[in-house]
C-alpha cells in the first residue's frame, strides 16, 4: 500500500513549483517590537517603534498604533529624526536602503539604497546621516556618511570615514566627531578631525557604549555590569580619567544619557532600571518591569523614558514619579528561552472573541488581539518568582505545556508540568472558568496528578463541556464538568466541578496525540507505535484501527469538518484515512509540524518540511485529492489555525520570527488585520488617537454636514494663521484651496463677535427700560399727580430717531460680516457716529460723519448712559462719563386714586 500510493503523490509533491499558485504567505500583525531603540516625536507625543520591516507610530496618552510605515523589505536597523525637519524621519534597513518618510502622510519622500546592508544609523544632524555598512570579508564594517540632500541615491558612493576589522559595540559623538568601538577587551577612537586612531585595553569585554550629548565624555558598560565614564578620552589630552560605577550584577545591556547628561540610565537581566545621577553616582531603582532591559530612550525634554524590553514590550515611564505612561505589548515571549520552544500550546482561536490564545513564556497564557495586533489579556498559571542570571544549580520551574479551550469558550484546561530527575516530574491538571465580570478565567478545580506519567495531548469535545486526556502511561481520560450553584447569604453564583467519567486504553502502548471527530461520537488516539485507535465516546469502548504508513509517533490529528476523513501526521509521513472504508487514500514522505481543519470546508492546512527541500512549506490541501493545491514556502511555523473574519475563514499561522502570517489572495484583504493605522475609520480620530493631519491642524475639525458658512472649530484653540506655513512646502495644499477655508474662518471669528455684542445691547436695553419704568411709576405715586401716558411730541421723535439709527447702525454691520465688505469691518463704529469709508482726511486717514443734532464724540472717549432722575435726561458731553441708570428706590406706599402707571421718557441712546 506504501509503494503504490506514497510513490505518485512524492513526484506530485516535489515537482510543484513554488508560488505557483495566487496563494501568498502574507504578513499581518506580530513581530518583535524591541529590537531598536524608540524614538520620540518632536512633541513628545509620540514614539516610533520597528516592527520587522515595518515602522509603527504608537501614541502615548492611549497606546494605540495611529501609523504605519511601509516600505522596506527586511528588518529596520535604526531610526531617527532629522532635525532640519521635525515632521521627518529618517530609517535604515537590512535591505540595503536608507529612506526618509513624511510620517503624518505615511509616505517615503526620498530612498537611497546601497549594495550592502546597513546595520546601523549612528547619528543624524547638519543633513548628515552616519550609517554603519556591513564590511568585505576582511573588513568587518564601513561608516560612511551620507549627504541628505545629495543628487546621488547611491550610497556606496558617498565618503568612507572608518573601517573596522572586529566590532562588538559602536557609537558615534557628534561634538568631537570621533567613533568609538568596543570588541572583547579592546576599545577604540578614532578622531575622524586629525585621522587619529587611540587604542585601549579594557579589565572586561565591552557590552554597551553612550555619548554625552554636550560634552567631550562618553560612559561604557561590561560584561561584569560596571559602569565606566570616560572624561578626557575624546579630547586631545592624554591622560584618562575615569569614573566607575557598580550596581548590576550580570552584564549591562542598555545605557543612555539623559538630552541634559545631568544622569545615566542603565538596565540589564536583572529587569531593574537604575538611574545614575552623573555627579553624586547615586542611584535611584525602578525594579520588577517583567524582562530584561533591551534599550532605554529619554525625550528631549527628560520627562519621558521608554524602556524595551526582551520580552517584547515597550514601556514609556515619567521621569519625575516613574510611574507608567503607556506600555505597548507585542506577542509575550520569555527572554530566556528559545523561540521555537516557547509556543508549545500552538494557536488556538477563542470561540468567544475570535482572538488567538497561545503560550506567554513558560508560566502562562496570553490572549492576542488580530485585528488590532496588540496584546489582549495575560492568565498565570503557574506561580512562581522570576529568577535571572545563571546559577549553578540548574532550577527545574514548572511550565504550561498543553491547554485548550471548550467549544463555547467559556471553560479553559491546561496542564503544567515540573521535570525533576531526582524528585520525579509534577504534573497538574487545571480547570478554568470565563468571569464576565472581571472578563478573565478563574480557577475552579485542580487535579494533581492527573496521569502517572506525562500528559502528551488535551483536546475538547466539539458539543459538552467534556475534555479528553491522553499520557504516556497509556491511558485515555475523560473529564466531564457539572455547574453547580454556590448560594452565600447575599448572592449566588455558578460554578463548575471536574471529575474523571471514563478511562481508557489501548494495549498500554504510549500513547501521543489525539482529536474529536467534528460530531463528538468519535476520539481518535495516536500511539507511539504508528497506529490510529478510534474510540466511541459514548460507550467508551474501541472501534477501530488504523495503519499509519512508518514506525514514527502520531504527534498530529485532525478530522475533516464536512467529509469523512481523517489527517494524521508524524516526523516522517503526512496520510489521509476514508473513516467510511477505513483505508488509506494519499500519503507522502513529509515532516509534519502542525496540523489543522477549515472549520466549514473540507481542507487541511499543513506545515512542515517536505523530503529534499530545506526550507519549510505551508500546504493547502483537498483531503479528496492525490497533491496539495498550494504550497508556500516560509519559516518555521509555532502555530496554525483558522480565523473567522467577515464570514470567511483563513489559515493564520505564527513563524519563529514572531509574525502573523495568513495565507490569502488578495494582499489587502486582510490589511485591516495588520495596525489600527491602516483603517479608514481610525484614520478619522481625534488628536488624542493619533497626530493631527496637516489640514486640521490649519484649518480645525470640518463637519461632514455642515454648510459653508458654519462654524469652524479651531485644533487646539491656535488661530490657523500662526501655524499655517510653518509646514514643509510639500504638505501644503494649493493656495486656491487655502483662501476659502482662511477667510471663513477669520469671518466666523468676527461674527461671533458682533453677535455677542449685539446681544449685549440688546439686553442692557431691555434692563433699563424695566428701571425707568418702576422708577416713573414710583415718583408718580409720591408726588400724588396723575399719570402721564406720554411725554412730549419732541422727546418722542427724538427717541425714536435714536431707536431705528441704533438698529440700523447694528443691522448693517451685521449685514457687512455676512457679505465680506471688508472696509466695513476696518473702521470702527463709534457710538453716536456713523462711519463712512470713502470720506478720508487731508492726510489720507478716514474720518467719521457725525449726524446732525447729536453730540460729537471721539474715537478714543466712549460716552456712557447717563443716571436717570426720572425728569429731564442731562445732556451728554465727551467729557462726561454718565452711570447707568439704576432703579428708583419704592416708598412702598400706594396713594388713592391712582389707576394708572406712570409712564418715564427713555433715556437717549447714543
Known amino acids: 500500500l506504501e509503494a503504490v500510493s506514497t510513490l505518485p503523490f512524492c513526484i506530485k509533491l516535489d515537482m510543484m513549483v513554488e508560488g505557483s499558485s495566487s496563494m501568498k504567505l502574507l504578513p499581518i500583525a506580530g513581530h518583535y517590537i524591541t529590537d531598536s531603540a524608540a524614538v520620540f516625536t518632536s512633541d513628545n507625543r509620540y514614539f516610533f517603534s520597528t516592527a520587522g520591516p515595518f515602522i509603527r507610530l504608537f501614541s502615548i496618552a492611549t497606546g494605540a498604533c495611529v501609523r504605519l510605515l511601509e516600505g522596506h523589505t527586511a528588518h529596520v536597523t535604526g531610526l531617527a529624526l532629522n532635525p532640519a525637519n521635525a515632521l521627518q524621519l529618517i530609517s535604515t534597513s537590512l535591505d540595503g536602503t536608507l529612506r526618509v518618510w513624511d510620517y503624518e502622510e505615511a509616505t517615503c519622500l526620498r530612498t537611497f539604497t546601497s549594495t550592502r546592508t546597513i546595520k546601523q544609523l549612528l547619528d543624524v544632524r547638519d543633513n548628515t546621516a552616519w550609517v554603519v555598512l556591513k564590511g568585505s570579508k576582511s573588513i568587518n564594517v564601513q561608516i560612511k556618511s551620507l549627504l541628505l540632500k545629495q543628487s546621488s541615491d547611491n550610497i556606496d558612493e558617498s565618503k568612507q570615514l572608518a573601517s573596522f576589522h572586529k566590532t562588538a559595540v559602536l557609537a558615534y559623538h557628534g561634538a568631537t566627531q570621533s567613533l568609538v568601538a568596543g570588541h572583547k577587551r579592546q576599545l577604540s577612537i578614532v578622531r575622524l578631525g586629525t585621522g587619529t586612531t587611540v587604542t585601549m585595553a579594557v579589565a572586561q569585554p565591552i557590552t554597551q557604549l553612550a555619548m554625552h550629548p554636550k560634552e567631550a565624555v562618553f560612559a561604557s558598560g561590561d560584561i561584569k555590569g560596571v559602569i565606566t565614564i570616560w572624561h578626557d578620552a575624546l579630547s586631545e589630552s592624554s591622560k584618562e580619567l575615569t569614573t566607575t560605577m557598580h550596581w548590576h550584577s550580570h552584564g549591562v545591556t542598555s545605557l543612555c544619557y539623559t538630552s541634559e547628561g545631568s544622569y545615566i540610565l542603565s538596565g540589564g537581566t536583572e529587569a531593574v532600571l537604575v538611574i545614575w545621577h552623573v555627579e553624586t553616582r547615586e542611584p535611584r531603582f525602578l525594579p520588577r518591569l517583567g524582562g530584561a532591559l533591551r534599550h532605554i530612550t529619554c525625550n528631549s525634554d527628560d520627562t519621558l523614558y521608554t524602556i524595551c524590553l ?56 496570553q490572549v492576542y488581539d488580530l485585528e488590532h495586533d496588540k496584546h489582549s489579556m495575560s492568565l498565570k498559571v503557574v506561580s512562581r518568582t522570576q529568577v535571572t542570571g545563571l546559577r549553578k544549580k540548574k532550577t527545574h520551574p514548572s511550565t504550561v505545556t498543553l491547554c485548550r479551550l471548550s467549544h463555547d469558550g467559556t471553560c479553559l484546561a491546561t496542564v503544567e508540568e515540573r521535570r525533576d530527575a531526582r524528585f520525579g516530574n509534577d504534573i497538574r491538571l487545571k480547570f478554568w472558568t470565563f468571569h464576565s465580570e472581571s472578563s478573565s478565567y478563574v480557577l475552579s478545580s485542580c487535579v494533581e496528578p492527573p496521569h502517572g506519567r506525562k500528559v502528551a495531548a488535551l483536546v475538547a469535545h466539539p458539543s459538552q463541556q467534556q475534555f479528553a486526556t491522553v499520557s504516556f502511561d497509556g491511558t485515555v481520560k475523560l473529564w466531564e464538568g457539572t455547574q453547580s450553584v454556590l448560594e452565600t447569604e447575599d448572592t449566588s453564583t455558578l460554578r463548575w466541578t ?15 496525540s489525539a482529536a474529536y471527530s467534528p460530531d463528538g461520537s468519535l476520539l481518535a488516539v495516536g500511539t507511539e507505535t504508528g497506529a490510529v485507535a478510534l474510540f466511541s465516546v459514548e460507550q467508551a469502548q474501541l472501534v477501530r484501527v488504523l495503519l499509519h504508513p512508518g514506525s514514527q509517533a502520531v504527534h498530529r490529528l ?35 509540524h502542525h496540523l489543522a481543519a477549515h472549520p466549514t470546508e473540507a481542507e487541511f492546512v499543513v506545515a512542515g518540511k517536505a523530503e529534499h527541500q530545506r526550507r519549510p512549506v505551508v500546504m493547502l490541501w483537498d483531503p479528496t485529492q492525490a497533491a496539495p493545491s498550494v504550497k508556500l514556502p516560509g519559516n518555521t511555523m509555532l502555530g496554525l489555525t483558522y480565523v473567522v473574519s467577515d464570514g470567511v475563514a483563513k489559515p493564520v499561522g505564527l513563524d519563529d520570527t514572531l509574525q502573523m502570517v495568513v495565507v490569502s489572495e488578495d494582499s489587502e484583504e486582510y490589511s485591516h488585520l495588520r495596525s489600527v493605522a491602516k483603517n ?53 495644499p494649493p493656495i486656491n484651496r487655502l483662501l476659502d477655508d482662511f477667510l471663513a474662518q477669520t469671518l466666523h471669528l468676527s461674527l461671533g463677535s458682533t453677535q455677542r455684542t449685539l446681544q449685549d445691547t440688546l439686553a442692557g436695553d431691555d434692563d433699563d427700560n424695566e428701571g425707568q419704568s418702576d422708577a416713573g411709576m414710583d415718583q408718580a405715586e409720591d408726588s400724588n399727580e396723575p399719570p402721564h401716558d406720554a411725554m412730549d411730541s419732541e ?34 463704529h463709534t457710538n453716536g457716529a456713523v462711519a463712512t469709508p470713502k470720506a478720508k482726511s487731508a492726510n489720507g486717514s478716514r474720518t467719521l460723519k457725525t449726524p446732525k443734532n447729536k453730540a460729537a464724540t471721539t474715537p478714543q472717549e466712549t460716552p456712557k448712559r447717563a443716571k436717570s432722575t426720572g425728569k429731564n435726561k442731562a445732556a451728554i458731553t465727551p467729557q462726561e462719563t454718565p452711570k447707568t441708570p439704576k432703579r428708583a428706590k419704592s416708598t412702598g406706599k400706594k396713594k388713592a386714586g391712582s389707576s394708572k402707571k406712570t409712564k418715564t421718557p427713555k433715556a437717549s441712546k447714543t
Open 680 to 732: 479608514a475609520q481610525l484614520a478619522a480620530q481625534d488628536d488624542e488617537q493619533g497626530p493631527s493631519v496637516l489640514y486640521r491642524r490649519i484649518f480645525g475639525t470640518l463637519a461632514v454636514a455642515a454648510g459653508p458658512t458654519d462654524a469652524v472649530t479651531m485644533a487646539s484653540g491656535v488661530p490657523p494663521w500662526d501655524t499655517m506655513f510653518t509646514a514643509p512646502s510639500h504638505t501644503l
Open 795 to 828: 422727546t418722542d421723535d427724538e427717541q425714536v430717531d435714536v431707536d431705528a439709527e441704533m438698529a440700523a447702525r447694528l443691522a448693517a454691520r451685521f449685514d457687512d460680516v455676512v457679505h465680506c465688505n471688508f472696509d466695513s469691518l476696518l473702521v470702527p
Open 558 to 592: 485532525v478530522f475533516s469538518s464536512t467529509t469523512p476523513h481523517l489527517a494524521v501526521g508524524s516526523s516522517s509521513h503526512l496520510a489521509i484515512f476514508d473513516l467510511l472504508t477505513c483505508q488509506l487514500l494519499h500519503t507522502s514522505t513529509f515532516a509534519v
Open 498 to 512: 471536574w471529575a474523571c467519567d471514563a478511562v481508557l486504553s489501548y494495549k498500554s502502548i504510549k500513547l501521543s
Open 310 to 365: 526582551n520580552n517584547n514590550t515597550i514601556k514609556t515611564i515619567y521621569a519625575s514619579s516613574l510611574e507608567p505612561a503607556c506600555i505597548v505589548q507585542g506577542i509575550q515571549c520569555e527572554d530566556n528561552l528559545p523561540v521555537r520552544k516557547a509556543f508549545p500550546c500552538g494557536l488556538q482561536t477563542d470561540p468567544r472573541s475570535g482572538q488567538l490564545l497561545l503560550n506567554e513564556g513558560s508560566m502562562g497564557l
